[in-house]
């Protein structure tokens, strides 16, 4: 049962413009939640996280916005450039539980120039 | 920065073979993991260790098992390799349990079997 779910497998997006990239979760007890970016031959990298105490957070040209009613975050890229092309995860954590991070399966984000 | 380091970054091995995949970690890390990327499934955890010999399955550990004999090394081992475990193996390491920036990750290892 996947309990972390990235419905788009892909998105494209035009230089300069505003990429939203989703997620949706089943599991209330997730408190933590992580955006990782992959490029193609390396390993994931941390992008931004958010506590389940918090509906937005921001670094930069990234937010996370959390919605826990809905069971739903997303990402807002602004404004996207070029070399935010990759495959973008959401990973959630249940903090008072085990170690473990579950992460969605993935979206690939193609930003146009 | 933290570094986690894969000893391979490719390799290719036989059906039935006994594979060893090696991992380490510069940072002190209690908390290490190895998941597996494959297309359209993201990334499946197979195990996980948050101390030295101390081991966890994960969602997917059918097929292989683990080894922590220092706190800087997590070993994956593929005790007979066929090849539906041909795929992108991903080591990372966290601090502790509440590590704000989450996990630390290798750059993969691409096994194929054939």
């Known amino acids: 049962d996947q309990q972390v779910k990235q419905n788009s497998p892909s998105l494209s997006v035009q230089e300069g413009r505003i990429s939203i990239l989703n997620c949706d979760y089943t599991n209330s007890m997730f408190d933590y939640f992580l955006w990782y970016k992959k490029y193609p031959a390396e390993g994931p990298t941390f992008l931004i996280s958010?506590?389940?105490?918090?509906d937005k957070n921001e670094d930069g040209r990234f937010t996370v916005f959390l919605n826990k009613s809905a069971k739903h975050l997303s990402l807002h890229i602004v404004p996207s450039q070029p070399g935010d092309s990759a495959v973008y995860f959401c990973a959630a954590s249940d903090t008072s539980g085990t170690y473990k991070y579950i992460f969605g399966t993935g979206t690939r984000l193609k930003v146009l120039a | 920065d933290v570094k986690v380091t894969q000893s391979s970054r490719y390799l290719v091995k036989r059906t039935g073979e006994k594979v060893f995949l090696e991992c380490v970690q510069d940072?002190?890390?209690?908390?290490m993991f190895w998941y597996r990327q494959d297309p359209g499934l993201g990334l499946r955890l197979i195990y996980f260790?948050?101390?030295?010999?101390?081991?966890e399955k994960g969602d997917i550990p059918e097929g292989y098992s683990v080894s922590r004999e220092k706190k800087e090394r997590f070993s994956l081992i593929l005790e007979s390799a066929s090849t539906n475990q041909t795929s992108m193996y991903l080591c990372a390491s966290s601090l502790s349990r509440l590590s704000l920036k989450g996990l630390f990750f290798g750059s993969g290892t691409q096994l194929s079997v054939l």
């Open positions: 260790s948050y101390d030295v010999k101390m081991k």
């Open positions: 958010i506590s389940s105490i918090k």
């Open positions: 940072m002190d890390h209690e908390n």
